[in-house]
């Protein structure tokens, strides 16, 4: 079949150091349009989990419906995963995430499957903290269906019909800001070396982390007056920082000139170098990303890289103090405690 990825390939190939190559971390051949951004970003999570060298069934792949929703068919084949209905990746994502918190959850939706269809659940899920990574391929446009404008689309924006959107697009990494979500980046499927430092840090950061990714349709959406096409965005896009992804075990070597570079530890000791381009922000205050994200917007800019970041934050397990076992690991004993403890619990809720 076609789509099924030829095995060959060099013998001299990388290893990671758990001895896996880059091959060990694809899927199945991609049937997206060539040239369609999801494809990028496919690659960016690739290159990421082969780099930090996670076991791929430690990974477990969740999506709605859309192309965008199709993608972790093309990548991490050996990892978990489940293809949910249109919108509703956030509470199968929940339920698995609570069933076993030793995976690594990694969300992915479009902006019609996240700010349409989908929203009721993405702002839940944001206020739950549930600790996932979760990607927006954003390209404006309901691809799957033929490209009608998404709420996604900027005020303006014209699609390959020549109709001019006239509504205000939802903006879905101020919302996450305003909803306190804990770890906000927004990136371009283009710069894959602004991507992927960002879905390192987001895969460690233990909570809530949204990577809205710009990624452009190239049969629906990349026309003249669209400002989703790659043309409008490579020439509006304004890098917040660029970004060095350093892990636990590596020393940090590169010397950086003073007041130029943010150094953020992430929650396992790993290590985020920021070299600021925008000096009026701090992506450690969430009301300094809340203005630059509004700043860039007022100049008709895209504000990309790591807009916030609190490293500090609880997530849903702690917030609720669940189980460390996995519930399929749990034995009748823990399941089933007896009258006794039902006794217990109930008196305290009386
Ligand atoms: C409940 C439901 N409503 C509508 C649809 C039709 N539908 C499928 S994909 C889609 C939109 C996809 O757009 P998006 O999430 O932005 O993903 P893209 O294809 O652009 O990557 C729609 C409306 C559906 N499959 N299920
Ligand atoms: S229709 Fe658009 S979003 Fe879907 S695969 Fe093609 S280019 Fe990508």
Not at 48 to 63: D, G, N, Q, T, Y
Not at 278 to 290: T, V
Request: glycine share 8%.
């Amino acid at each position: 079949m076609s789509y099924i990825r030829p095995k060959f390939r060099h013998p001299d190939q990388k290893v990671n150091d758990i001895g896996y190559t880059k091959t060990d971390y694809e899927g199945s051949l991609s049937t997206l349009c060539a040239g369609c951004g999801h494809d990028s970003i496919s690659a960016a999570i690739v290159q990421s989990c082969f780099e930090l060298a996670i076991e791929p069934h430690r990974v477990a792949k969740l999506s709605g419906i859309g192309c965008s929703s199709k993608t972790p068919a093309y990548f991490l084949s050996q990892s978990h995963g489940f293809n949910s209905v249109h919108g509703r990746m956030p509470s199968v994502a929940t339920g698995a995430c609570l069933a076993n918190k030793e995976l690594i959850y990694f969300g992915v939706s479009g902006d019609g499957d996240t700010a349409s269809i989908g929203m009721g659940q993405f702002v839940h899920v944001i206020r739950r903290n549930l600790n996932m990574v979760y990607v927006v391929m954003n390209n404006g446009c309901y691809g799957l269906t033929k490209g009608q404008d998404s709420a996604t689309a900027d005020e303006g924006s014209k699609s390959k019909a020549g109709s001019v959107n006239q509504f205000n697009a939802i903006d879905l990494p101020s919302l996450a800001l305003e909803l306190g979500a804990t770890f906000v980046a927004q990136s371009f499927s283009g710069d894959k070396s602004q991507l992927i430092p960002l879905i390192k840090a987001a895969i460690k950061h233990p909570g809530f982390a949204l990577i809205n990714v710009i990624s452009p349709c190239v049969t629906f959406n990349n026309n003249p007056g669209s400002t989703k096409s790659y043309d409008y965005v490579r020439e509006h896009i304004e890098l917040t920082s660029t970004v060095d992804f350093i892990p636990l075990e590596k020393e940090i070597t590169t010397s950086y000139a003073e007041g130029s570079t943010q150094d953020i530890e992430l929650h396992d000791g790993s290590h985020l170098a920021l070299h600021k381009l925008e000096s009026e922000w701090n992506p450690e205050d969430r009301w300094s990303a809340l203005q630059a994200m509004q700043r860039t917007k007022d100049n008709g800019e895209i504000l990309t890289g790591l807009i916030y970041i609190n490293p500090e934050t609880k997530d849903l397990h702690e917030i609720i103090n669940t189980v460390d076992t996995p519930l399929n690991q749990l034995g009748k004993e823990e399941l089933c405690p007896g009258a006794a403890m039902l006794e217990e619990v109930n008196s305290e809720l009386r």
